[in-house]
């Protein structure tokens, strides 16, 4: 069997056992001749224990058996959780096993495009794995400048479409703050070092931008609490797609509904609310509603 045919069984099987909450051998059977995969043919209980085991292996996700009853169940869910790599890789290959068949149409298929190199991501994940600082040349948006920096890479978040990764500057010359967030298609070059650097005892990604909506994160705000008014439609997107993990819908009228996060207010988060202007309205804190009135009367200026 090809390595992709195999990836579509482990794919169809978390899918499958995930959406059921529990399912029996012989349900999962009769599910699995339901597809064209099996082309008739049951699956059998060795295929399906090495399809356990490698799933176990690849994504992280373990396949339990419950003993009382047989049925079978993913014994760690919280790994497919909406953040989560596991999550990121499941959803990526399925949706690419869905293109994969439809091929034919292709041309009624519209995707986005991520500007990111990928080949960026190969050279900082490694750095990660073996502890090494990178050697990057960076440009920013605006500047004609390219600094060469020394990178100890922590991290790295995917944002609207486009890579970052997130360290600390091997400086020792340098005073205060010296962590940065690179954007992947800004770097010019890079590479690795042989400079090695120790991961903070305790150091959490997930923890780290945990009470921020975006990328940026900032010592000068305290993470606090903002109530938003979705107004019209954007009340059904805001339920469905939440702005923040912290959400929690606390009222709603006859064409409004109001949300109650629990974070920073930085710049990426009045972006979005001013992209949103006319259906995203902030009620609280005061300080933030008056900067986002500054906000929108620059951005009126400019059309008069």
């Given at each position: 069997?090809?390595?992709?045919?195999?990836?579509?069984?482990?794919?169809?099987?978390?899918?499958?056992?995930?959406?059921?909450?529990r399912?029996?051998?012989?349900?999962?059977q009769?599910?699995?001749?339901?597809?064209?995969?099996?082309?008739?043919?049951?699956?059998?209980?060795?295929?399906?224990?090495?399809?356990?085991?490698?799933?176990?292996?690849?994504?992280?996700?373990?396949?339990?058996?419950?003993?009382?009853?047989?049925?079978y169940?993913?014994?760690?869910?919280?790994?497919?959780?909406?953040?989560?790599?596991?999550?990121?890789?499941?959803s990526?290959?399925?949706?690419?096993?869905?293109?994969?068949?439809?091929?034919?149409l292709?041309?009624?298929?519209?995707?986005?495009?991520?500007?990111?190199?990928?080949?960026?991501?190969?050279?900082?994940?490694?750095?990660?794995?073996?502890?090494?600082?990178?050697?990057?040349?960076?440009?920013?948006?605006?500047?004609?400048?390219?600094?060469?920096?020394?990178?100890?890479?922590?991290?790295?978040?995917?944002?609207?479409?486009?890579?970052?990764?997130?360290?600390?500057?091997?400086?020792?010359?340098?005073?205060?703050?010296?962590?940065?967030?690179?954007?992947?298609?800004?770097?010019?070059?890079?590479?690795?070092?042989?400079?090695?650097?120790?991961?903070?005892?305790?150091?959490?990604?997930?923890?780290?931008?945990?009470?921020?909506?975006g990328?940026?994160?900032?010592?000068?705000?305290?993470?606090?609490?903002i109530?938003?008014?979705?107004?019209?439609?954007?009340?059904?997107?805001?339920?469905?797609?939440?702005?923040?993990?912290?959400?929690?819908?606390?009222?709603?009228?006859?064409?409004?509904?109001?949300?109650?996060?629990?974070?920073?207010?930085?710049?990426?988060?009045?972006?979005?609310?001013l992209?949103?202007?006319?259906?995203?309205?902030?009620?609280?804190?005061?300080?933030?509603?008056k900067?986002?009135?500054?906000?929108?009367?620059?951005?009126?200026?400019?059309?008069?």
């Amino acid at each position: 069997m090809k390595t992709s045919a195999k990836f579509r069984e482990y794919i169809w099987l978390v899918n499958t056992i995930r959406k059921a909450g529990r399912i029996s051998f012989a349900e999962l059977q009769k599910k699995w001749l339901d597809t064209d995969m099996s082309e008739g043919v049951e699956l059998a209980r060795s295929t399906f224990n090495r399809h356990k085991d490698a799933i176990e292996d690849i994504f992280g996700i373990y396949i339990e058996c419950d003993r009382r009853d047989n049925q079978y169940y993913i014994g760690n869910e919280g790994v497919l959780a909406e953040d989560s790599v596991q999550n990121w890789m499941l959803s990526t290959l399925s949706v690419s096993n869905d293109m994969s068949e439809s091929l034919s149409l292709q041309d009624r298929i519209l995707l986005e495009s991520i500007p990111s190199e990928y080949g960026r991501l190969g050279e900082i994940t490694e750095a990660m794995k073996k502890r090494v600082c990178l050697s990057m040349e960076y440009q920013k948006y605006g500047h004609t400048e390219v600094k060469k920096v020394t990178l100890e890479p922590y991290c790295i978040k995917l944002f609207k479409r486009r890579w970052y990764v997130f360290g600390r500057l091997n400086d020792e010359s340098m005073e205060g703050d010296n962590f940065r967030i690179y954007s992947f298609d800004r770097i010019k070059e890079i590479g690795l070092t042989d400079l090695h650097y120790d991961l903070p005892a305790g150091f959490s990604a997930k923890e780290l931008f945990r009470d921020y909506y975006g990328i940026l994160l900032s010592h000068d705000t305290e993470a606090e609490h903002i109530v938003v008014r979705a107004h019209g439609n954007e009340r059904f997107y805001v339920r469905d797609l939440p702005i923040h993990h912290s959400q929690r819908e606390i009222g709603e009228g006859e064409e409004f509904a109001d949300f109650e996060l629990r974070m920073h207010a930085t710049s990426d988060f009045c972006s979005h609310v001013l992209s949103r202007s006319n259906q995203l309205q902030v009620l609280e804190p005061e300080w933030l509603v008056k900067k986002v009135k500054a906000m929108l009367h620059d951005a009126l200026e400019r059309y008069e």
